[in-house]
């Protein structure tokens, strides 16, 4: 397996391999890494949905059932689509199906975010286990790592491209249609841990861990493939005004551990039409 680090820039670290297994697979060596060196506790991991992490999974599955100790990993979700968790566009579902099936996680290590409940009261329910499950730092739970993919429209988790409170200093509870920002007394001076998104293109509303929560993960793996990702991938590795739109360009953990993990047909540069 030929692995490259073509670039190494200050707030992130680019792997670059042949192919998406081999991409796979030296994200989950350097998950492994991390996990080796947490040795008193529990592992909290978030991951995202979409379909990038199905073949992840996959691989988790085929090879690495005994490379890692999944009874001791605390799983939960960036984000979630607010349908019924048998629901195709449950990010749950598709967890469930590839990974959670097949690997001996175990179930109370399993923390859901439920898609069929009020989507508010889910982001405040589902915040607060976070908030009482991991260890804190800086007025906030800290992931040990977090998981993320990125959409060809720039944006991660799922906080969208032109979403007013990721540009806000404190990612308050707001429902983007009524622009209602709900009473965040719970959280006193505490930012909140989730929120409430929607979909532009669907309105389709999503739970999501807000950006000061993604930040402040001690190792953020980015894991991106295929040639539809260039132009994003373009715009973001080369820090262009297009990309500081993009929510994905807010990613930039504060403990300085981003890495993309990224397939050479994601990582070629689109090739532009002849002008
Ligand atoms: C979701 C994901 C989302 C995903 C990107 C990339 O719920 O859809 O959390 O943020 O990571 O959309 O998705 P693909 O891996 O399918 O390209």
Not at 94 to 105: D, E, G
Request: glycine share 4%; net charge negative; aromatic share 10%.
């Amino acid at each position: 397996m030929r692995r490259n680090i073509v670039f190494c820039k200050p707030i992130m670290k680019i792997i670059i391999n042949d192919t998406p297994k081999d991409t796979y697979v030296a994200l989950t060596e350097a998950m492994s890494e991390v996990f080796k060196k947490i040795h008193d506790r529990d592992v909290f991991l978030a991951v995202s949905g979409g379909n990038t992490p199905a073949r992840l999974f996959d691989l988790w599955v085929y090879k690495y059932e005994h490379q890692i100790d999944w009874h001791r990993v605390q799983i939960f979700w960036v984000d979630e689509r607010c349908v019924p968790p048998g629901d195709n566009e449950s990010n749950y579902r598709m967890t469930v199906t590839h990974l959670l099936s097949k690997l001996p996680f175990m179930q109370k290590h399993i923390h859901r975010i439920h898609g069929e409940a009020s989507p508010q009261e889910e982001a405040l329910r589902y915040g607060e286990i976070i908030r009482k499950l991991l260890p804190w730092e800086e007025g906030l739970p800290v992931f040990d790592l977090i998981l993320l993919g990125v959409g060809s429209d720039g944006h991660t988790a799922s906080i969208f491209p032109d979403d007013p409170v990721l540009f806000s200093q404190n990612e308050a509870l707001c429902d983007l249609e009524t622009k209602v920002c709900y009473d965040t007394e719970e959280f006193s001076s505490e930012k909140p841990v989730c929120r409430v998104t929607s979909k532009p293109d669907s309105g389709q509303k999503r739970v999501t861990l807000t950006m000061p929560v993604i930040n402040n993960a001690r190792h953020v793996f980015v894991l991106v493939t295929g040639a539809d990702k260039q132009e994003v991938l373009s715009q973001l590795f080369n820090h262009t005004p297009v990309s500081a739109t993009y929510p994905a360009s807010f990613v930039n953990p504060r403990s300085g551990k981003l890495i993309y993990f990224v397939d050479r047909e994601a990582a070629t540069p689109p090739v532009k039409p002849e002008s």
